[in-house]
């Protein structure tokens, strides 16, 4: 047992330990007197080798633990070669300081460090041969002899990887050959592994021909330490047997190799053998024949299985089979980028790769997470699957080989290329070293400090290396994410610009071709938009070259690239002299995206926005897209009708004013429909759309007040010999109006106290005349058409009626479908008391005391089944009528009205104009079941959205989906559904309505 050491010896140690890098240079000091170091423990040589590893403490730790499992003899010359020999000792500590896994195998096996003593020219680089001749010595050989084939296989691998290591942790390698090596080990070992259940099952090799593709990163040559390998399995029959039989066979020996890699065992296991990249996935069978594949390829395969396709190489097995799959497919893989479903999938790839983040780990994703690794393999390989069918350079299976040929060809930049490459290597040497540790899957950077404080020390960061870590890794992930949303778009600035003299410049064609794959449907056109942009050297030229990357990439992600480039041009084109407006879209990042998705979701707000384009201010303010309030609304209105020169030019400044909160009520609906992820089936919407009802409302609302003063104020003044007052009828008065609603209205009025009832009629008529005309007058503007047929008597009814004349009708000869309309009556502009009058005279219309009698409920039914009848247009589906159609917006408002009439009087909370609030009341009070009145407005929302939408995209309205594909497909993202799920979309909205017609028939129409 070795004696203390003095004190002031023992203090030096420590000293200089701290100096090295030991964390905790007390327990390391004891294990450096351990006696199985005796031997070297004042080697001064040892210790600095030792602070030269990622981890000292743990390096020593590993040290003393291979010493004292030696033999006295093996210790000695373990001890001796390690102060002796430089390469075993950088090789043996840095392994031991990086990965506590491979220390435990080496307590294992304890001769394995052997196998790093030598350092043969052959040993820097070796490939599938040198690792296959070393497995099949660990396994057949003398070291295999007293293990179980699986286990020596096992033991084999290790010590193989051992080696890799080794070479990866001193800098004899860089990670891309240090990820090839480990595909070459990943290709010896399948070999093995398919040899070994060969050698178990003589019959099942002897009448099929197995081949087994690599695919994913081994297939690329860009294995991680710890990863599932991805393979598909091929198989034809020998000659004289059965393809039935010869399959069942492939499938035993495919499956019985797969175990052997995945198995656990006493010696661990090596990595699990996915094959889910197989046509079909996990549905289908594990192994298929060469034409099975081909057939497969030909007719039912997704884009993203020919972008793993990109990787495929025969690995193990029957060679000249695995060439022929190989030979057959690549084919295929070039031309997936001109199959109609291409920019669909793309999208949906993009998408995912996003989605598949846990929300809890996105900070500290390596792989999938914003600036990691997916982001550039997704890129390079994009890039590929474009210009690789015209450029045979570009088909490489490895990311950085692929990313230097794409550099090379001029279609990513140059400076980008570097920055991707240094970026990719340093986010996979991260990814090498953290699963170093433990030998596990992982892409997750560690929390733990010391874990962090390895991880840097591995990378040759010694001052301050946690800071230096997660500084590097952010600057990294920052350059990954700003190339990444530029890398499609750059360089097609740089084909119609000359940007970077000496830059080498995508081809028209080249260009032509990204912008089609990206979705654009006119590449030529929208090549000229960019030229118009980008090209010059003016300061507004070069802030667009800075804004148009990110911009189309926001504009390839919608229905419609082509209108989204188109209205940008226009937008531009219109305030390109105005100082403030690029340089908004420059530093408010929310403003650009929001101005690109306003752009590209459909013609109502960019028309609106192409009429006042100083509206794009809105998307950039910080409650720009709040909706303002009605009084607001109303007080700015009445403002600007009163500094107008005349009626007409009044109810113009007061369309301006509507416009503008038009376009602000369009831009935030849209904006935050893009952010919603769950479909109108899974979440309920209902606070949306109860907004755009709101907003317009109020928004017609004070349009309509700023036409009445207008109109009084041209011919009277202030002095109207009657008190004049506007009601809100149907979704007007409901506060329910979609983008393209018509205002219904009542006009009333009551004679001022001394004035001549017939002169306060005829004013009246003429002020609600003049409304009217002043409303409808040609406009650039959406129009605000006023609707008054749901007067006493209709069309053919007076136009506008005192407060006396309303009474005596409704007392006389109201019918039971006029009370039922004045549910939804608010007066919405003009005398306020004559509003309040107007509405205790029809509360007891339309809140009876005594309820409805059966009479009255059949008039209701008949006129309903009547309007189903007749009201329909002629060749509508009646199950996608979104108003009059099975399960509609009728449907579910007649069903709630009903149930007002009926109950309004003894249930306070059902006198309300708004359906949903009515229904809500309804349920409250046990006049209908929760779970009806939730299948009720799931499909009352539904309808009004898809109103909404159809509006919104089109710039018309409309009760049913559009027929053109690409407005359908805007429609669907409206609505939360990704692009290539417009059958779903149908399919949901049929079974939302068909459940709410059930609890219509039951609930109106009485089962």
Known sequence: MALPAPQGRRSSTFTRMLRHGFTDPQASGKLLDAPALSSVRSDSVLLEALGGTADPDQALVGLVRLAEVQSEEDRQRLLSTLVTAKPLRDRLLGVLGASEALADHLVRHPKD????ATYESVDLHPTTPEFEQALAEGIWGERGARLSREDALRAAYRRALLGIAARDVCGTTDVAQTAAELADLATATLRAALEIASEEQPGDAAVSRLAVIGMGKCGGHELNYVSDVDVIFVAEPKD????????????????????VCSDVTPEGTIWPVDANLRPEGRNGPLVRTLSSHLAYYQRWAKTWEFQALLKARTVAGDPTLGQEYVDAVTPLVWQAAERENFIVDVRQMRRRVVANIPAAQVDRELKLGPGGLRDVEFAVQLLQLVHGRSDATLRSATTLDALKALAAGGYVGRQDATALDAAYRFLRTLEHRIQLYKLRRTHLMPEDEQDLRRLARSLGMRTEPVDTLRKEWKWHAREVRRIHEKLFYRPLLDAVAVLEPGEIRLSAKAAGQRLEALGYEDPVGALRHLEALASGVSRKAAIQRTLLPVLLGWFADSADPDAGLLGFRKVSDALGKTPWYLRLLRDEGAAAENLARVLSAGRLAPDLLLRAPEAVALLGAPDGLKPRARAALEQEVLAAVGRADGAEQAVAAARGVRRRELFRTA????????????????????????????????????????ALRAAVREQWGDTLPTRFTVIGMGRFGGHELNYGSDADVLFVHEPREGADEQEAAKAAFAVANEMRRLLQLPSSDPPLMIDADLRPEGKTGPLVRSLASYAAYYRRWSLTWEAQALLRAEPVAGDEEVGRRFIELVDPLRYPREGLGEDAVRDIRRLKARMESERLPRGADPTMHTKLGRGGLSDVEWTVQLLQMRHGHAEPALRTTRTRAALAAARDAGLIGAEDAKTLDEAWVLATRVRNAVMLVRGRPGDTFPGDARELAAVGRYLGYEEGHVGEMLDDYRRITRRARSVVEELFYGG
């Open 240 to 259: 004289g047997v059965e393809e039935s039989d010869a399959l069942q066979a492939a499938t035993r020996l495919a499956a019985r190799m797969m175990r």
């Open 113 to 116: 460090w052997e196998s790093l």
């Open 667 to 706: 831009a935030a609906d849209l904006i935050g429909a893009y952010g919603t992820e769950a479909s109108p089936a899974e979440e309920d919407h209902g606070q949306a759309v109860d907004a755009v009802g709101s907003a317009l409302s109020d928004l017609n609302a004070a349009t309509v007040a700023g």
